[in-house]
């Protein structure tokens, strides 16, 4: 094990808390509401033409294996106790106690593309996850962490770390400087844990230099999504809830047309109204989130109840809203309008995370701003895995697109519907029947090519 100013940063997942936020919130809700519900998840590579080679399948079956002996740790449970209060007793107990049995839920498959070659040998990478939703939900955000570390282990090797620390720096001064609000949210597609963790250490290093020398900036680094990493640097963890909540409620109640409303009252009733209040609206299209989220909350643990016209309604009891598919300039006048005839004059926040970079979220800032709503942004990949060949001076390493998504829960299928078409999932059969249950209306964006979005 390396060290970098006397932190270790070993290779794969070594903590229960390198993993995002929102996968300790919904297990949290899990535990509470669906318990003993069994599921399935599916492995989808957005970039198939870059492949493993059977030595980086070997290395990731290691690591998962190795996820068994992660435990939480006294001084994490401690932290968590002190900053993540929404996160109970009861809960953060039973987290103490969790462990991760891969050998009995993870199942890793190579099809290869030739016998012949050896370990040099490309195929396509099979992964899937299954047991009940409570032991399963925290697998998705290291699997994918250690897939990418894989391939750029074996495969695109030509790159160095050098450089790094400073280059998110740089990328943070500009934000903060124009005055964008941003948290860190690369943990899935991250090059490594040694990059995540210089990237961090860039970030923090460039909130510091700008309160110091620039005081009249007003961007700021407001945190990270990855749990571990808010904890070893100081700053505050970020998240809500995924899609993956959405999904799951819409395959158990077979209930489309009402599976958000119901997904936003089991939140609220988990909760509270206005704790971890940013919501997700494209999992079944924003135009159907929208439609829910203007009916009656229910107040903390009335899930089944009627609720009253007098009671207030998501939109005014929510932050705001997470954009992460489509065109997020037609999604800002989406949001606007939407508020504007609920007569919600609050500056609602529109959350901006789909395959950020500098220059977008200045683009978007503006435009928010412009409306009067108060924008922030999820910078990921761009930050967590953006590097060039070090033999080829400028040449991107492109990083892989790589999803684990929900695909089944109590024995039905699960799907998801996004604001671009390119990032929907699911059985074509059943994409069609919702489609029409939940009215939705079928969008492309020419900025969502999903097999080539960080190719430049």
Not at 193 to 209: F, P, S
Not at 334 to 354: E, L
Request: with cysteine.
């Amino acid at each position: 094990m390396s060290t970098v100013n006397g932190q270790p940063h070993p290779e794969g997942v070594f903590s229960l808390l390198d993993t995002d936020l929102y996968k300790l919130t919904m297990h949290r809700a899990l535990r509470q509401w669906f318990p003993d519900v069994p599921v399935k998840y599916r492995f989808t590579n957005r970039t198939p033409h870059m492949q493993l080679n059977r030595r980086a399948f070997r290395w990731l079956q290691k690591q998962v294996a190795e996820m068994a002996d992660i435990k939480l740790t006294d001084d994490e449970l401690v932290w968590l106790e002190s900053t993540c209060r929404y996160l109970d007793q009861d809960y953060l107990q039973y987290l103490k106690g969790f462990k991760l049995r891969p050998d009995e839920h993870v199942k890793l498959d190579f099809n290869p593309e030739s016998e012949h070659g050896g370990d040099d040998v490309f195929g396509e990478l099979w992964v899937t996850v299954e047991g009940l939703w409570v032991e399963t939900i925290l697998y998705e955000v290291p699997l994918l962490a250690l897939i990418s570390e894989a391939y750029f282990k074996f495969v695109d090797t030509d790159w160095t770390h050098d450089g790094q620390t400073e280059n998110a720096k740089q990328k943070g001064l500009k934000l903060i400087e124009n005055g964008c609000v941003f948290s860190e949210f690369g943990s899935r597609r991250r090059r490594d844990y040694e990059t995540h963790q210089l990237v961090v250490q860039g970030l923090v290093a460039a909130q510091k230099d700008s309160e110091t020398n620039n005081a009249d900036w007003r961007g700021k680094f407001s945190g990270t999504s990855n749990v571990h990493m808010a904890m070893r640097f100081g700053v505050a963890p970020i998240g809500t809830v995924a899609h993956e909540w959405f999904m799951g409620i819409a395959a158990l109640t077979d209930n489309y047309a009402d599976a958000n409303e119901k997904a936003l009252q089991y939140w609220t009733g988990t909760f509270g109204r206005g704790v971890l209040s940013i919501a997700l609206t494209d999992t079944f299209g924003t135009p159907a989130f929208l439609r829910s989220f203007c009916r009656p909350a229910p107040k903390s643990g009335t899930i089944g109840t009627e609720r009253e016209g007098s009671d207030p309604t998501y939109a005014e009891i929510f932050t705001g809203v997470r954009q992460d598919s489509g065109d997020p300039m037609e999604y800002i006048g989406i949001i606007k309008d939407f508020y504007t005839k609920q007569g919600i004059s609050d500056k609602k926040t529109i959350v901006f995370s789909d395959a950020l970079n500098v220059e977008k979220c200045i683009k978007y800032k503006e435009a928010t701003d412009a409306v009067g709503l108060t924008p922030s942004f999820g910078v990921g990949t761009f930050l967590t895995n953006d590097f060039v060949h070090a033999s080829e001076k400028g040449k991107k390493s492109v990083p892989l697109n790589i999803v684990i998504k929900l695909s089944e829960a109590q024995g039905r299928a699960a799907i998801k519907l996004s604001d671009d078409r390119g990032k929907n999932t699911g059985a074509d059969e059943l994409v069609s029947r919702i489609k029409k249950e939940v009215r939705y209306e079928e969008k492309t964006w020419v900025g969502g090519d999903e097999a080539h979005r960080w190719d430049k």
